[in-house]
């Protein structure tokens, strides 16, 4: 199991810390039912039934952004899980990363911005 941080991409301290405007938003699973009188109702569906999706944006140098994209090409390849410590978090948690795009800024710096999208498995 790889982790996104800065010693496992061999990337400069800090190129994996995303900027402050990052975005968390959570995505219950619950089943809702809704009757004609009104009533609706709603029950929580599955074990992990709350996964986090996290909207980030990296600005790093080309050459981290290089390490970046190779890191997230592989997990691409073959659908692998890797973790990842959020910011405002303590936990680290499994991610999945299936939409990221990088922009060519300025001369030898890159904006990246990710999707990391949580998952639960053994």
């Known amino acids: 199991m790889a982790t996104f941080n800065d010693a496992t991409l061999g990337t400069t301290a800090g190129a994996t810390t995303p900027t ?3 975005v968390e938003t959570a995505n219950p699973n ?3 039912v809704q009757f004609g009188d009104g009533y609706k109702s709603r029950i ?9 999706i996290y909207n980030f944006t ?3 140098s080309a050459a981290d952004a290089d390490k970046i994209f190779t890191f997230l090409d592989a997990r691409a390849k073959d659908s692998a899980s890797f973790t990842f410590t959020p910011p405002a ?3 680290a948690r ?3 990363c299936e939409n990221y795009k990088r922009t060519n800024t300025f001369l030898n710096r890159a904006t990246i ?5 949580e998952v639960f498995q053994p």
Request: proline share 3%.
């Open 89 to 91: 978090s303590s936990t």
């Open 44 to 52: 929580a569906f599955g074990l992990n039934q709350n996964p986090r």
């Open 30 to 32: 619950n089943l809702t």
């Open 94 to 96: 499994e991610f999945i």
């Open 20 to 22: 402050y405007n990052s």
């Open 58 to 60: 990296f600005i790093v």
């Open 113 to 117: 911005q990710v999707t990391f999208e």
